[in-house]
């Protein structure tokens, strides 16, 4: 056993919370992922009857644990219980809403060719597809969600769904949170008869433990939440491999916001309102921030920065979720300031130790051409005003983006038929536009998409949220030319689970 320990830290005081927890050792990880591929022989294999209900008893378990894990995520995190409270109803809620995609079963998408000996020049053979688990999942939590994006989260939900096993690394800042959510998918794991490697929870105060999972040839992909650094790192460690890897990182985005002179005159006092309660929601700690807005030159954009200024500098600071957050926020604002970003406005000083002001930062279109690092994120409760001269040069900054998980923009009717190919562009750069909304806010749904093009993530194909995330851990299958007792029940012509299928070209249920 490991002898290497760790703690976590009250994110308000900074003192480290009793409790130890052992590093995982190399020989510890290769055993867990030796398990996780025994058991995908025989976990990718159960109905899907079965793994539905493995999903709706781990929200049943937590459910039945929720006030000592929101107790502890509370201390790790600093994260209101409230917020917290509404997280644990989001992540059992996924769970439900997979065990839902399994009971439907067109997730799959079976599609069936059948046979025409008759045709000609060559004869027609019987061909079948169907999606199928990769293998064993390597899942990281992420800071900002110790429970609806860790250990029982979207990716732990949408991998075990879908047939595959799953390793989850405890993420340092809430090591006691992940446990306590470990032990719940344990003991529902050893409820429903399944292999012990079905689910594996792994520790580590560092980056050893993920490193080796990532380079395990048992693992079969990542899935990733945090930082881009940490997210690249590890999509070079999964392409390195002899046999490559896919990794699912959700990094960083800006989440541009564009206010047009329209909307500005019409409703700017609510859009700033609604944009500072965007910014600052959660200290600003949320992949959604909004952390670029782009605004005319001119009085009526003089006057919404004015009204949000106002609001921010009354703005109370809040704990961060790690040192190392607070630490990363404070370089990001110095990197501003270094750019030629000027500083609008700062809120007050706050008492925790790991406090995050509220900033707003203003720059012009010229210089933010000039200075393409002023367009990175800076995760906190910040935001930087891009001033924009004119429609072209708006089209301009649009270009220079890099991919976002959101894009919003904020428009009256008129304005957005004068905008189309803008809209157009945008499409380009996010996984997700808004209109006269607030990117903050993902809802769990079968059409959310919760990516977006490099850097937002690493595969701007897929998505995190909602149930298009489960495509991620599969691949296609195709069987050509099999009897019909030898084929899966999903393409057998009798339909035995009545699923929607994609026969000889046409959608066809029962």
Not at 241 to 270: F, K, Q, T
Request: hydrophobic share 40%; charged share 20%.
């Amino acid at each position: 056993m490991s002898t290497a320990t760790f703690q976590a830290i009250d994110p308000t005081t900074g003192d480290l919370l009793a409790e130890e927890y052992p590093s995982a050792t190399p020989a510890e990880v290769e055993q867990a992922c030796q398990r996780a591929a025994d058991a995908f022989e025989v976990f990718r294999s159960t109905p899907a009857a079965t793994r539905a209900g493995l999903l709706r008893a781990i929200a049943q378990g937590l459910e039945a644990q929720a006030a000592d894990v929101i107790e502890r995520a509370h201390r790790e995190s600093a994260l209101p219980l409230a917020r917290l409270q509404g997280e644990m109803g989001r992540t059992c809620a996924q769970l439900r809403l997979f065990a839902t995609v399994l009971d439907e079963g067109s997730w799959v998408d079976a599609r069936i060719d059948t046979a025409d000996p008759a045709r000609q020049p060559l004869p027609k053979p019987d061909v079948r597809s169907m999606r199928r688990p990769l293998g064993p999942v390597a899942v990281f939590g992420a800071s900002n969600f110790p429970l609806a994006f860790s250990v029982a989260g979207g990716d732990t939900a949408s991998a075990l769904a879908a047939g595959n096993p799953v390793l989850a690394k405890a993420h340092p800042a809430h090591p006691g949170t992940c446990e306590r959510v470990g032990r719940v998918l344990s003991a529902a794991v050893r409820a429903a008869g399944l292999p012990e490697g079905t689910f594996t929870l792994l520790f580590d105060a560092g980056y050893e433990v993920g490193k080796a999972l990532v380079q395990n040839p048992h693992v079969a992909a990542v899935a990733f939440t945090g930082s881009r650094a940490g997210g690249e790192a590890l999509m070079r460690l999964a392409a390195s491999r002899p046999h490559p890897i896919p990794v699912y990182a959700e990094m960083g985005s800006v989440n541009p916001v564009l206010v047009l002179p329209g909307a500005l005159e019409a409703r700017g006092p609510a859009i700033a309102a609604g944009l500072h309660a965007s910014f600052t929601q959660g200290v600003g700690q949320f992949c959604t921030n909004p952390g670029v807005v782009l605004v005319e030159e001119g009085t009526a954009g003089d006057v919404f920065l004015a009204a949000l200024a106002e609001k921010t500098a009354t703005t109370a600071a809040g704990p961060m979720l790690t040192p190392g957050i607070c630490r990363s926020y404070i370089k990001g604002q110095d990197r501003l300031a270094a750019l030629g970003a000027g500083r609008l406005v700062q809120g007050p000083e706050g008492t925790a130790a790991t406090s995050g002001r509220a900033a707003i930062w203003q720059v012009s279109g010229e210089k933010a051409l000039a200075e393409p690092h002023l367009l990175e994120e800076v995760f906190g409760p910040s935001t930087l005003a891009v001033r924009y001269r004119d429609r072209n040069q708006l089209e301009t900054l649009l270009r220079h983006l890099e991919g976002n998980l959101t894009a919003t923009v904020h428009a009256e009717p008129d304005e957005l038929r004068e905008i189309a190919p803008l809209l157009s562009l945008l499409e380009t750069k996010a996984g997700r536009l808004l209109i006269n909304q607030f990117p903050t806010g993902v809802e769990v749904c079968p059409a959310m998409v919760h990516g977006g093009p490099f850097p937002a993530t690493s595969d701007g194909r897929g998505t995190s949220v909602g149930t298009r995330s489960i495509e991620r851990f599969t691949r296609f299958v195709a069987w050509q030319g099999f009897p019909q007792d030898a084929l899966p029940p999903e393409l057998q012509d009798g339909n035995p689970l009545g699923i929607w299928r994609l026969v000889d070209g046409g959608w066809q249920r029962g």
